[in-house]
């Protein structure tokens, strides 16, 4: 399994540009998050859905972050208009549904630059 | 908000083990404790995950109090690459999945 796919890994915008963050999660998970990590905040949590719907998006900032999971193998973070204050990394985690807990797999993360 | 504290750094030897500590005083009983590290800029790993008994895998092993107020994530013999921020979580495992919060962790540093 090539685990939880993030793209891009970097990218580097300007103000007011539109961006998108692209995650496919692990074949047959059905749980999925978004985590954003700056030096200053830590690792915070953004938004998680279960099953595609989401379940608690109380973390995204404000109305400018937007997220989606169309089906069960891609999700979507979007900023827009995008800010210098959201330059961070940006995780995508899933996780499946044990009997015993659930753990979740954290892909390589997206370094989101706002100039 | 976190609902466990760690110290923010720890020091161990290379080669002895790492008893990294967490307290949860107020965890429910159907609330699983886990812990995950982040090594650099990495993604955060799972390492392991207990309910109430004591946890053993390849990778550590966690020590549960009985009261459930605390544990302590051991590594037995730390090498240099088990530097690291550990982060120690609790959370409620149901159908409809919960979040996992991560607080600031413990950043250990493993010393030659």
């Known amino acids: 399994d090539a685990g939880v796919i993030q793209s891009p890994r970097h990218e580097v915008t300007e103000m007011g540009q539109e961006v998108t963050l692209r995650c496919k999660p692990i074949s047959g998970h059905n749980s999925l998050f978004w985590y954003r990590q700056t030096m200053m905040r830590g690792l915070e949590l953004l938004i998680y859905f279960n099953n595609n719907v989401p379940i608690d998006d109380s973390g995204m900032p404000e109305d400018r972050f937007s997220a989606k999971m169309p089906n069960a193998s891609f999700s979507t973070l979007k900023i827009q208009p995008s800010e210098p204050r959201d330059s961070a990394v940006y995780f995508c985690?899933?996780?499946?549904?044990?009997?015993?807990?659930?753990?979740?797999?954290f892909g390589s993360g997206t370094q989101l630059s706002v100039l | 908000d976190a609902k466990t504290t760690q110290p923010p750094s720890m020091d161990c030897a290379e080669g002895r083990a790492a008893n990294l500590p967490c307290n949860h005083s107020t965890i429910s009983g159907n609330e699983y404790v886990y812990w995950y590290r982040q090594i650099h800029s990495q993604g955060p790993q799972y390492i392991i995950h207990?309910?109430?008994n004591n946890e053993t895998n390849e990778m550590a092993s966690l020590i549960i109090t009985e009261d459930r107020k605390s544990s302590t994530l051991i590594l037995p013999h730390a090498t240099l690459r088990d530097t690291a921020v550990y982060y120690c979580i609790v959370r409620v495992d149901d159908n409809y999945g919960q979040n996992f919060v991560f607080g600031p962790g413990t950043r250990l540093s493993v010393l030659p």
């Open positions: 985690a899933s996780g499946p549904r044990g009997l015993r807990g659930e753990k979740l797999f």
């Open positions: 207990g309910l109430k």
